[in-house]
């Protein structure tokens, strides 16, 4: 059974954790409490027909996001080699809060120049999560959508850990990337779109 290392990350508060509880448990926590240590999840998941165990890595985010070069992600140890040369990403913002997102933005763009990568190269997914708080709006909205996946290539899934929506299409996703990526030739991985595989976890 192969192993997959996929990493959680995001700004305080926008609901890491309690994805992962939602997508493994099917329980939402009652209240939060911020994350100080990293944790590793270990679900198994049925996708394109294969088994793998998935090394979930949620790690503490910081608490004001000030790295701006290739440097400061290298440096910052409280992200392991674990996070740093996972597989996927996840990447989590709240869609009530705008901050949330230019905090992705940031990271995303860390792990572009920490890997040496081009758009599209990385598997990765952007996930609104709070959907069901109905705070932000529509134009706000679409206008996330449209950046995620027109200018950043990336999967986008609007969801909500605390009733439950979407979160196993999230993680569906991920793997739907992450097999794509692997069944290509490495001059292909640019091209082509997603192939629907099943992601079941078990």
């Known amino acids: 059974m192969q192993t997959i290392d996929i990493a959680i990350l995001g700004a305080p508060a926008v609901g890491k954790t309690a994805i992962i509880q939602q997508y493994k448990d099917c329980t939402f926590p009652d209240q939060h409490f911020p994350t100080k240590v990293t944790s590793t999840y270990t679900p198994v998941v049925l996708a394109n027909q294969h088994l793998y165990e998935l090394n979930i890595v949620d790690t503490p985010p910081l608490q ?7 440097y400061d992600w290298v440096d910052f140890q409280s992200y392991s080699d674990e996070v740093k040369d996972a597989a996927a990403f996840i990447l989590i913002f709240d869609v009530s809060n705008i901050d949330s997102f230019q905090y992705v933005k940031d990271l995303r763009e860390q792990i572009l120049d920490y890997r040496a ?26 206008d996330m959508a449209h950046i995620i996946r027109k200018n950043w ?36 991985r640019m091209r082509g779109g997603l192939r629907r595989n099943s992601c079941i976890i078990m």
């Open 117 to 142: 990568s081009g758009v599209g190269e990385i598997p990765m997914v952007v996930a609104g999560n709070k959907s069901d708080l109905g705070k932000c709006s529509g134009l706000f909205k679409r």
């Open 153 to 188: 290539k990336s999967g986008y899934v609007e969801c909500s850990a605390k009733y439950n929506w979407h979160i196993v299409t999230l993680f569906s996703e991920v793997m739907k990337l992450i097999c794509e990526y692997r069944d290509k030739p490495s001059n292909a």
């Open 64 to 70: 004001y996001f000030q790295m701006k070069s290739y």
